[in-house]
């Protein structure tokens, strides 16, 4: 039986992809901070297992026992999704480093943590998806620190590709080019579905960043 592991999850873009997973008939990993939004979430996961954890996924001690934990108790990972980045109006003026280095620590760590956690029940086929954003290339000001962590987190997908396609495995960043809204192509179930996408491209013609749309 399948597996993925939706790191940061909630009622966005990863709850959506969780039940694309589970419609499929994959087991779930749910890992995030707040056990009510998991649980709510994990009620919607009919007929497949589903493990969760609660724990600060920017804490790397934390993190990654929360993931493994997951991981272990599902036996196997073949899709690792990395969700979770920090919103804080704060322009370059006003954004302080402490506050800068915390988001990072949210939205790019946090990555590094996750995949270290779950590397020893990933084998090869395994894929690593996160969610990017155009405020990699076009930060709006007024949130300065969520362009640089969108960048960051692209940047190490890259790496993080690189390192693993020795093993078999591959990772994507698929950088969403638009506001999420309701309904339509930024919806949560419509961006879930082109990170889907994105972790099964041909391995001959694989990218590790793909633009939505």
Known sequence: MSAVVVVG??????GSLARLYAVEGWSVGLV?????VLADLAATLTGVRVERRVADVSDPVAGRQAVADVAERLGRVDV????????????????TVEDLLADVRLGVGTLLT???????????GARVSAT???????????????GVQKAGLRNLVLSLDRT???EGM???????????AKEGTFSPDGVAAAILAAT?????AWQAEVSHP
């Open 9 to 14: 999850a909630g009622p966005g873009v990863s």
């Open 32 to 36: 995030g901070n707040d056990e009510a």
């Open 80 to 95: 690792l999704h990395v969700n979770p980045s920090a919103y804080r109006e704060a322009d370059p003026l006003h954004l």
């Open 114 to 124: 996750a995949v270290q956690a779950a590397h020893p029940w990933m084998g090869p």
């Open 132 to 146: 990017g954003s155009m405020a990699a290339d076009e930060p709006n000001h007024v949130a300065a620190s969520l």
């Open 164 to 166: 693993l396609q020795a």
């Open 170 to 180: 591959r990772a994507v960043s698929v950088t969403v080019r638009g506001a999420l």
């Open 200 to 204: 099964r491209q041909d391995e001959a």
